[in-house]
């Protein structure tokens, strides 16, 4: 016979393993992460860089990032083609365990545009990963003038 305390029970460890399967892998990490001052502070676009890190012990994709103080973030990749730089948005990143991607301008980086306020040098911006197939990684962007 199942009582409504062992239901109650199973209900919690059902919802449990359901976020952990969307849990924020600690792993996938952002190191030396930064955020262009943009030149006017009434600019509501700038840029991300940093070295994403897959920390994990399997491959991970990238497919998206969002942030609370910006409307829309996308990952980006510059190119020179026929002498012409073209940008183009970059829509999954894998990532094989121990693996590394290098941000930086003039290369893969993350656009930041429709900004909510002006940013100021110093200032945390907080955004997330977007994993493929669940989750997201919770990580930092300083705001600084120039690369540290």
């Not at 990032?65 to 990143?93: K, N, P, Q, Y």
């Not at 911006?125 to 540290?148: H, N």
Request: charged fraction near 15%; charge should be positive.
């Amino acid at each position: 016979m199942i009582t409504k305390p062992f239901v109650g029970v199973l209900l919690l460890l059902c919802a449990g393993a359901a976020s952990a399967a969307t849990a924020v892998p600690a792993c996938v990490t952002v190191q030396q992460g930064w955020a262009r001052l943009p030149p006017n502070p009434a600019m509501s676009m700038t840029a991300g860089y940093g070295v994403i890190h897959n920390g994990c012990a399997k491959a991970v994709a990238i497919s998206g990032a969002r942030s609370a103080r910006f409307g829309d973030v996308s990952l980006h990749e510059t190119t020179i083609v026929d002498g012409v730089s073209r940008m183009r948005a970059v829509e999954r990143l894998p990532l094989a365990p121990g693996a590394r991607a290098e941000l930086k301008p003039g290369g893969l980086h993350l656009m930041l545009m429709e900004g909510k306020g002006a940013l100021k040098e110093g200032q945390v911006v907080p955004l997330q990963l977007q994993l493929e197939g669940g989750g997201e990684a919770r990580v930092t962007l300083t705001v600084r003038k120039a690369a540290p």
